[in-house]
């Protein structure tokens, strides 16, 4: 526990709050040794950049409540199941493949607190294939992934309003109020309008 808490830059103090709090899993026993491994390193630098990013020790339990449980950490944050987005499963390699390198725990707290990631035992799901595949293309770029997340949260916001605009709109005026069947209708509109503000931006 020693090693532990000093190869992750706290106390075993610390450690200890961690372990009663559920925080990161309990370690292998070999008789009265505890052997803790990489795993628990990266759950408490993941812990530590969440807290960086103003979690709080009881909303990362509830992340983590959801890991042990294989819940979504969408479902965790409210972010409901995609209704057409395909989930991906990964490994952390293959994860780390995907992205140069760039697989750090901020990078992972970004990802979670958007609810793109979530965990399933060893596996890692990304909620969208598409946002993966895009997000890869752009850091082989030479976008960063700390600035794709964070144009992905900007996108989030935006998008959010874009729904809720609709959805107002056609639930007050639609003859039936299918959102479902209508949603299409929906997508076409913002497609078509970030078209032509890309070929806007570009022309200047």
Given at each position: ?204
């Amino acid at each position: 526990m020693a090693e532990l808490a000093e190869a992750a830059g706290i106390t075993v103090r610390t450690l200890r709050f961690y372990r009663e709090r559920g925080l990161i899993p309990p370690p292998r026993r070999e008789g009265r040794i505890a052997w803790y491994d990489e795993r628990h390193l990266a759950r408490l630098r993941t812990i530590a950049a969440l807290l960086e990013r103003g979690h709080t020790l009881t909303g990362i339990a509830d992340l983590t409540a959801a890991f042990e449980s294989g819940r979504d950490v969408g479902e965790v944050l409210e972010l409901g199941t995609p209704t057409e987005e395909e989930p991906v499963r990964l490994t952390p390699e293959e994860l780390a493949d995907h992205f140069a390198g760039q697989a750090t725990p901020e990078n992972l707290a970004a990802a979670l607190d958007l609810g793109y990631l979530a965990t399933d035992g060893e596996e890692l799901i990304h909620i969208s294939r598409r946002l993966l595949d895009v997000s890869a293309a752009l850091v082989r770029e030479g976008v960063p992934l700390s600035e794709v997340l964070k144009a992905g949260a900007r996108v989030r916001e935006h998008a959010d309003a874009l729904a809720a605009l609709f959805t107002e709109v056609l639930t007050a005026h639609a003859k039936d109020g299918d959102l479902q069947r209508l949603r299409p209708l929906a997508k076409s509109v913002v497609e078509a309008e970030l078209s032509l503000a890309l070929d806007r931006r570009l022309r200047r």
